[in-house]
């Protein structure tokens, strides 16, 4: 009965690669989030979808492509991966935006760039 | 551009302590301030919400504030245990569905 999962947990691969990861949620929000960790813990947004549409995309470069084909699922994609991708990538989800809906984090997926 | 602040970085108190943890922002047009813990290795669990017209709310030994106009918030602990051990992060809403976090506090309750 997991609210928020994520998959993989862990991602570990070469300079160059291209990777996904998928987020799925299961309570009937419908705004979804990917946030980065970096390794001084400080937890940034890179992008928000409301309805399958994209409402924020905070200067992520463009080899990060997140898709989101329903409500439920917003996937992250990432081309030509680099050292600097290195962090933990949380998927959440709220019902709504601005008012009284609190997030809902996935456990994260923690990539590792080689 | 808002900037959440939690200081200090890291924080040590024996069992049974009353604890406060503070957050600050810069930026006082905010929807809503969020307090969320993260425990090592997993995601963030949101612990309290307090809407920008609400002062307070509370949630079992948890208490939140809110003083918008100074840009202050504070997480109040009552009777700290091992397992409150944690990061506690606070963020807020300020934009269309985008929260600001601040480095968060990690916690550590001595037994």
């Known amino acids: 009965d997991t609210a928020v999962s994520q998959t993989p947990k862990y991602l570990v691969t070469q300079m160059g690669n291209d990777k996904s990861i998928k987020c799925e949620q299961n309570?009937?929000?419908?705004?979804m989030y990917w946030y980065k960790q970096d390794s001084k813990k400080f937890l940034k947004i890179m992008f928000s979808?409301?309805?399958?549409?994209?409402?924020i995309n905070e200067t992520v470069p463009n080899r990060f492509s997140p898709k989101s084909p329903d409500k439920a699922h917003l996937n992250l994609h990432i081309n030509s991966l680099e050292l600097g991708d290195s962090a933990v990538y949380f998927c959440?989800?709220?019902?709504?935006?601005?008012?009284?809906?609190?997030?809902?984090f996935g456990n994260g997926t923690r990539l590792t760039v080689t | 551009k808002q900037e959440v602040t939690q200081i200090p970085a890291a924080l040590s108190v024996p069992e049974g302590e009353n604890l406060v943890l503070n957050c600050s922002f810069t930026?006082?047009?905010?929807?809503?301030l969020q307090w969320f813990r993260q425990d090592p290795g997993k995601g963030l669990t949101s612990l309290l919400l307090?809407?920008?017209?609400?002062r307070e709310q509370t949630s079992g030994r948890l208490n939140a504030s809110l003083d918008k106009s100074s840009g202050r918030s504070t997480l109040y602990i009552a009777a700290s245990q091992p397992g409150d051990s944690a990061t506690y992060l606070c963020?807020?809403?300020?934009?269309?569905?985008?929260?600001?976090f601040g480095k968060g506090i990690t916690l550590s309750v001595r037994p």
């Open positions: 963020a807020v809403e300020s934009g269309r569905s985008k929260l600001t």
């Open positions: 959440a989800s709220s019902q709504g935006q601005g008012g009284n809906s609190p997030l809902h």
């Open positions: 930026d006082s047009a905010i929807y809503n």
């Open positions: 979808y409301n309805n399958k549409e994209l409402i």
């Open positions: 309570l009937g929000h419908d705004t």
């Open positions: 307090i809407q920008s017209s609400q």
